[in-house]
């Protein structure tokens, strides 16, 4: 069974996103995959030292870990929503951020979005991510 590639949305009269989509079709017959709020902890439950950036691209590998669960990877992942306790914590490591998520995403960027909240459960925690990905079935497992 071939499915239709995933499609991304971008109205025409629109600017070009730059780091994320505006939004995806995802055809009928794929998987979705739905991963909890990761944060930038490691196996053992440990927050990665070193800051911001650090956490980010842990708490990006915790959500690759649970698409992978499923057979998925990165290209799968299709909408993110990003939790930071200090917006600025992001305006000011842009730089970084996205030599991180190329370094684990890859050139894929789903629908996104980036929330600031006043705290999280878990101590020193700087970011949180969630995401949706939709894989073909022929991936899933």
Same mark, same amino acid.
């Given at each position: 069974?071939t499915?239709?590639p995933?499609?991304?949305?971008?109205?025409?009269s629109?600017?070009?996103?730059?780091?994320?989509?505006?939004?995806?079709? !995802?055809?009928?017959?794929r *998987?979705?995959?739905?991963?909890?709020?990761? +944060? /930038?902890?490691?196996?053992? %439950?440990? &927050?990665?030292?070193?800051?911001?950036?650090?956490?980010?691209g842990?708490?990006?590998?915790?959500?690759?870990a649970?698409?992978?669960?499923?057979?998925g990877?990165?290209?799968?992942?299709?909408?993110?929503?990003?939790f !930071?306790t200090?917006?600025? *914590?992001y305006l000011?490591?842009?730089?970084? +951020? /996205?030599?991180?998520w190329? %370094?684990? &995403?890859?050139?894929?960027?789903?629908?996104?979005?980036?929330?600031?909240?006043?705290g999280?459960?878990?101590?020193?925690?700087?970011?949180?991510?969630?995401?949706?990905?939709?894989?073909?079935p022929?991936?899933?497992?």
């Open positions: 069974m499915l239709a995933l499609q991304p949305l971008q109205p025409p629109w600017p070009r996103p730059r780091g994320y989509s505006n939004g995806f079709r !995802v055809p009928a017959g *998987d979705l995959v739905f991963t909890g709020g990761m +944060v /930038g902890w490691d196996a053992e %439950e440990k &927050m990665v030292e070193g800051g911001f950036v650090p956490q980010f842990q708490a990006l590998r915790n959500v690759l649970v698409v992978a669960e499923a057979g990877g990165p290209e799968d992942v299709i909408s993110m929503t990003v !930071v200090g917006r600025e *914590d000011s490591s842009l730089d970084a +951020v /996205g030599r991180v190329r %370094e684990v &995403m890859g050139r894929n960027y789903p629908a996104m979005a980036l929330v600031e909240i006043a999280f459960v878990e101590e020193g925690g700087r970011v949180e991510v969630q995401a949706v990905a939709a894989l073909a022929d991936r899933a497992e």
